[in-house]
């Protein structure tokens, strides 16, 4: 059965780091983009950033081009957010999904398959 398993999540003061990690099992990700997307109360699944299979192209959200960066490990199955700089307003859950198009990437009905989300909080 395939499955996404995010990690990283935690409390951070505004300006500190923190780095995401998603475990995928029981498929065949190794040819699909990935994403993570997140999610705050009383808003609506907010893209951040995809990365295809290779990991050759990315392509990050405006409100954290230059603070998050996405990454991804085939040999490891695991896709990477770090994010730095981070602000009050990345206060989220946040998800990793895989899916198998190349295109209309920053819309979720677009994945497959979604983790179950890791809570990360920033203090001001």
């Known amino acids: 059965q395939a499955q996404l398993v995010e990690s990283g999540g935690g409390l951070v003061q505004a300006g500190g780091s923190l780095r995401l990690s998603c475990k995928t099992s029981g498929g065949t990700f190794s040819r699909y983009t990935l994403a993570w997307f997140r999610q705050a109360p009383g808003k609506a699944r907010e893209f951040i950033a995809h990365?295809?299979?290779?990991?050759?192209?990315?392509y990050g959200a405006d409100s954290v081009k230059g603070r998050f960066t996405i990454s991804r490990d085939n040999a490891k199955n695991t896709v990477f957010l770090q994010m730095n700089s981070l602000k009050p307003e990345d206060t989220a859950v946040y998800y990793c999904a895989a899916s198998p198009a190349s295109y209309n990437l920053g819309i979720p009905n677009m994945y497959d398959y979604w983790g179950q989300g890791t809570q990360v909080t920033i203090s001001s």
């Open positions: 990365i295809s299979w290779s990991g050759g192209t990315t």
